[in-house]
């Protein structure tokens, strides 16, 4: 968690989501490698789920080719074994409720902390559950739960997330699955008014696709995720470094460039 | 003394274990204006005059109690039918439709979205759609479209957009998620219409709240026909469960009236291709909900198999997983063979066509023991018209035999 708050300090941070077993059974580790080396800042790992609810068809589609491919959490687990001899930015998993209730909550906090994981991002475990049920077992392994808002979410619920929160805040650029709609729906007016007095920082994901877009939420926000758009890009043809490569300069030469942010 | 045991849904969304509302943040607005007013819109005497005068004159309730002679003297006992399948659109599903659109109506909405299995709760959501000139999308799986064509095409001629769920084993389940993620990205003007008492919290309640008339009913009936408001049995089907819930609910803390769900085996309980969720399932959380599933050692929720497209879910709603799990219910399952040869039987027998799902309540019959003396409350769902074609497939696969 130390790593995740250091790093947190910083803007435009670039997040990049990827499904774990996808496109090949163990590609894990070599796309958390490459895409350190490609200058991402951070990373989401997600497990795949038969039923993702709050994802678009690009997700849907890379979660049932991992399935298929033979994905568990137990795997993911034993590919993470080593994974922190080579990668110093932090890592989070994301993943639907179901494989960790099924997993065994405690029991994966406790793989998550020995496999070097900084937090845990579990959009269909609402806030209420998780500090009645959760809570302290995520803080007994120094694992961060990191919360969704919406645009829909009232002030007094978002007051509520940030106390519950120990990292970041994930905002959701707009009320859309995963890969669905573009950039920001909330005016940038709206947006300062409600993220002043937070005491954790904030990323903005779901919209985010391309250069355009990130410079843009990171005139709102510490930095952001893209998810459907990395899923696109090691989809093709080609060897996995460049692709890797190729997306991330796509997307952080540009941004770094942009040092009219805000913040 | 038996321990007087609590069946209903406590304040934070829960019967017992299971239940809740693990919505995903962006659609807790919406669920939570839901739960907020649900109570308060449903108890209000002008909704419950505009309900009660739609059920009446709309649906053609109250639905008859039929004494089923025939089929009574071939076990030996009293059986009713609680003629749902004499309803508008042909089955229970549009007792809770009606609810719902004017529950949306009250809270503004003007876009409705369902997911339909069978068809029928599509139908009867595209029904009070148009009843109320309110636009109305629907999801089915593809696999489902193809099963229940005229369904379908029921829908469309109702106004209906009909979208396919091409994910997954493209049945109920996957009709379910893409209803859901409609709504994510919709929530600002639409209502989703749930079908059966699943999905988050409060839409177990809310559905088995507006099924409940089924039973509120049968009391009556029950007293004028055999001098006692309670039957010894209640037997209703379990595909999500809200026939089931509606038929049980004013006989849950009836001493002498067991309560029987039936749910469908497929091709048999352990033939991997079964839909008897009681048996095979575990707890766990799909469409927002914690309850009994069917799903891997890993967690991903396994494809459900039935004949019967409204059964055809992995899973038990909340009320039902903990009516199985405090034993107040008991569970049977029956196979697509068995559900076949009862829906010939009782068309024989006594001139109705049921609903496939309706026939797997009457296949338990056969897995049940009745004194002469018992009288036997089943809840015929719905009427077979949409199932005709697998009836008349059926009935030629027997005759060349
Ligand atoms: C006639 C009939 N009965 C039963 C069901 C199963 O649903 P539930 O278990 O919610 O009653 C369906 C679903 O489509 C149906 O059409």
Excluded at chain 2, 45 to 69: E, I, T
Excluded at chain 2, 72 to 88: A, F
Excluded at chain 2, 194 to 206: K, L, Q, R
Aim: charged share 20%.
């Amino acid at each position: 968690m130390t790593r995740l708050k250091n790093t947190l300090t910083k803007k435009d941070l670039l997040n990049i989501y990827f499904t774990a077993g996808y496109p090949n059974l163990n590609d894990t580790s070599r796309i958390i490698e490459e895409l350190q080396a490609s200058g991402a800042d951070m990373i989401e790992i997600g497990i795949p789920f038969s039923d993702p609810l709050a994802d678009g068809p690009v997700i849907q589609q890379s979660s049932k080719v991992a399935l298929e491919n033979g994905m568990t959490l137990n795997l993911l687990f034993e590919q993470l074994k080593d994974i922190r001899k080579h990668v110093t930015i932090p890592l989070v998993l994301m993943g639907y409720f179901n494989p960790v209730l099924q997993f065994g909550v405690e029991k994966f906090c406790a793989k998550c902390k020995e496999a070097g994981i900084d937090g845990v991002i579990i959009p269909d475990l609402p806030l209420d559950e998780y500090l009645e049920r959760y809570q302290s077992i995520f803080e007994e392994y120094e694992l961060s739960n990191i919360l969704l808002v919406s645009p829909g979410t009232s002030a007094e619920r978002l007051k509520k997330i940030d106390e519950a929160s120990n990292s970041f805040l994930y905002f959701v650029s707009s009320n859309s699955t995963t890969g669905n709609k573009n950039g920001m729906q909330e005016s940038k007016e709206n947006y300062f008014h409600r993220i002043k007095g937070l005491n954790y920082p904030v990323l903005i994901g779901f919209g985010i696709k391309d250069r355009n877009t990130f410079e843009e939420a990171c005139k709102y926000a510490n930095g952001a995720i893209i998810g459907t758009s990395f899923i696109n890009a090691i989809s093709g043809e080609g060897l996995l470094k460049e692709k890797v490569n190729t997306f991330i300069s796509s997307i952080k030469d540009q941004a770094q460039l942009t040092h009219n942010s805000i913040l | 003394m038996k321990t007087k045991r609590n069946y209903y849904v406590n304040e934070k969304g829960y019967f017992g274990n299971f239940g809740g509302a693990f919505v995903p943040e962006l659609l807790y607005p919406n669920v939570d204006e839901l739960n907020q007013n649900y109570l308060k819109i449903i108890n209000e005497a002008s909704f419950q005059k505009k309900f009660h005068d739609l059920l009446k004159d709309y649906v053609g309730r109250p639905s008859p109690l039929y004494y089923a002679k025939r089929l009574s003297k071939k076990y030996n006992t009293n059986i009713y039918l609680k003629r749902e399948d004499l309803n508008h659109t042909g089955a229970h599903k549009i007792n809770n439709t009606i609810g719902q659109i004017l529950l949306a109506q009250r809270l503004g909405k003007k876009r409705i979205i369902a997911e339909t299995g069978a068809g029928q709760h599509g139908v009867a959501t595209a029904t009070v759609c148009a009843l109320m000139g309110i636009e109305c999308v629907v999801y089915m799986g593809k696999v489902d479209m193809q099963r229940q064509l005229p369904n379908v095409e029921r829908m469309r001629l109702l106004g209906a957009t009909v979208v396919p769920a091409l994910s997954g084993s493209q049945t109920l389940k996957d009709a379910t998620n893409e209803a859901i993620r409609d709504w994510i990205n919709n929530i600002d003007n639409t209502h989703y219409i749930i079908g059966s008492v699943v999905g988050p919290h409060p839409y177990p309640d809310m559905v088995m709240q507006f099924q409940s008339v089924i039973s509120e009913e049968m009391r009556k009936q029950l007293l004028e026909k055999t001098g006692n408001e309670e039957p010894d049995y209640v037997i209703a089907c379990v595909g999500g469960g809200s026939n089931a819930a509606g038929a049980f609910y004013h006989f849950l803390e009836s001493e002498r009236t067991k309560l029987v769900a039936v749910e469908a085996a497929g091709e048999g309980i352990h033939s991997g291709k079964s839909a008897a969720t009681s048996v095979l399932g575990k707890i766990g959380v799909l469409h927002a909900c914690k309850t009994l599933l069917m799903q891997t050692e890993d967690g991903q929720i396994t494809e459900a198999h039935s004949i019967s497209a409204g059964l055809d879910y992995p899973g038990i709603g909340p009320f039902h997983a903990h009516l199985h799990e405090t034993r107040r219910a008991e569970f049977i399952s029956v196979t697509d063979e068995e559900a076949l040869g009862a829906a010939l039987e009782v068309t024989k027998l006594e001139g109705i066509i049921p609903a496939l799902e309706s026939a797997h309540a009457f296949a338990a019959l056969d897995k049940m023991k009745f004194k002469t003396t018992d009288v036997v409350a089943l809840n015929l769902s719905g009427r077979g018209d949409k199932d005709l074609e697998t009836y008349i497939k059926h009935l030629n696969a027997v005759k060349q035999h």
